[in-house]
């Protein structure tokens, strides 16, 4: 079994969603590389991390950012593979992939930013999307 704790940032503050609501924010005092350093030197092997103003705006913030690029240089120093790096959060293109795994990402996580840019800039058409939808059994263009 793999355990593999979560940090939701917001903007350079490790927060908690009261039920997924922006609005009902718990902020917590601990810094972000703190509780990763603890994290890894307790054996932590994959850590999520979750940018919520990108997830919420579309867009990866500068103080997100550079957090995570703190993270970052924090699980190198103890090696790359010591603890791998999940992301999610405001990812919206294919070149922030490839931006983020250059930075030393390992995984990232994408959601509702599937539907149509991202897959469409991979070269995957309309059709498709709303082909893999019916497969699923899910309609992309109706309320049903």
């Given at each position: 079994?793999?355990?593999?704790?979560?940090?939701?940032?917001?903007?350079?503050?490790?927060?908690?969603?009261?039920?997924?609501?922006?609005?009902?924010?718990?902020?917590?005092?601990?810094?972000?590389?703190?509780?990763?350093r603890d994290f890894i030197t307790k054996g932590t092997?994959?850590?999520?991390?979750?940018?919520?103003?990108?997830?919420?705006?579309?867009?990866?913030?500068?103080?997100?950012?550079?957090?995570?690029?703190?993270?970052?240089?924090?699980?190198?120093?103890?090696?790359?593979?010591?603890?791998?790096?999940?992301?999610?959060?405001?990812?919206?293109?294919y070149r922030e992939i490839e931006d983020l795994i250059?930075?030393?990402?390992?995984?990232?996580?994408?959601?509702?930013?599937?539907?149509?840019?991202?897959?469409?800039e991979s070269g995957y058409s309309l059709g498709d999307?709303?082909?893999?939808?019916?497969?699923?059994?899910?309609?992309?263009?109706?309320?049903?």
């Amino acid at each position: 079994m793999l355990i593999i704790p979560a940090i939701d940032l917001k903007k350079d503050k490790i927060v908690r969603l009261y039920k997924g609501k922006f609005e009902k924010t718990t902020f917590y005092e601990i810094e972000p590389e703190e509780l990763v350093r603890d994290f890894i030197t307790k054996g932590t092997k994959r850590l999520h991390i979750v940018l919520l103003s990108g997830a919420k705006d579309g867009i990866i913030g500068k103080k997100e950012m550079k957090i995570l690029e703190k993270i970052i240089k924090i699980r190198n120093s103890y090696g790359r593979e010591s603890c791998k790096i999940q992301l999610g959060g405001g990812i919206r293109r294919y070149r922030e992939i490839e931006d983020l795994i250059e930075k030393g990402v390992d995984y990232i996580i994408l959601g509702t930013a599937l539907l149509i840019p991202f897959v469409l800039e991979s070269g995957y058409s309309l059709g498709d999307i709303k082909l893999f939808y019916q497969k699923v059994g899910k309609f992309f263009d109706k309320d049903k």
